[in-house]
């Protein structure tokens, strides 16, 4: 057996450690500055002024992705399932509204594309009029 043969499995077993100890310390880090801001920052009087929602994506295959996203995508779903290449859909929901955003067939909606980081069209999704839209629920709101 080769070096480069033993040295590839354990480099991917070191990457897996480290992406699942960065996820487990985000979450944790994110659950206790949430807590923190709403319970000491904002208080309870104010809560009733807050409104939150939160949107994620799906792809559905790795392939559809720039990278590193089509890296990223393969350790995510080995860890937590089903993601948009950076975030399972495990962490999107949040707030009163959720959305959960994919398209019908093989591309699937990356965490790239909901920033419209790569300008690219998306059959079934247009991510400039997703957030005209969300501005417009914004502003019907009063927010």
Same mark, same amino acid.
């Given at each position: ?6 040295? $590839? ?12 100890? &960065?996820?487990?310390? /985000? !979450?944790?880090?994110?659950? #206790? ?5 709403? !319970?000491?920052?904002?208080? *309870? %009087? ?7 929602q939160s949107f994620g994506s799906i792809l559905n295959k790795a392939t559809s992705g720039k990278f590193p996203l089509n890296l990223?995508?393969? $350790?995510?779903? /080995?860890?937590?399932?089903? +993601?948009?290449? $950076? ?8 707030? *009163? !509204? /959720? ?6 067939? !093989?591309?699937?909606?990356?965490? @790239?594309?909901?920033?419209?980081? +790569?300008? %690219? +069209? &998306?059959? @079934?999704?247009?991510? #400039? %009029?997703? /957030?005209?839209? $969300? ?9």
């Amino acid at each position: 057996m080769s070096n480069s043969m033993f040295f $590839l499995p354990c480099i991917c077993i070191i990457i897996c450690f480290i992406i699942s100890a &960065i996820t487990y310390t /985000y !979450n944790k880090a994110k659950d #206790r500055a949430v807590d923190k801001a709403i !319970n000491d920052d904002i208080g *309870e %009087e104010h809560l009733d002024n807050i409104y939150c929602q939160s949107f994620g994506s799906i792809l559905n295959k790795a392939t559809s992705g720039k990278f590193p996203l089509n890296l990223s995508y393969h $350790l995510v779903k /080995y860890f937590d399932g089903k +993601n948009d290449g $950076l975030v399972s859909i495990k962490s999107f929901p949040w707030g *009163e !509204n /959720y959305t959960l955003l994919t398209v019908k067939g !093989n591309r699937g909606i990356s965490h @790239g594309d909901m920033i419209d980081l +790569n300008r %690219e +069209n &998306i059959k @079934g999704f247009d991510v #400039r %009029e997703f /957030y005209v839209q $969300l501005v417009s629920d914004l502003k019907k709101r009063n927010l």
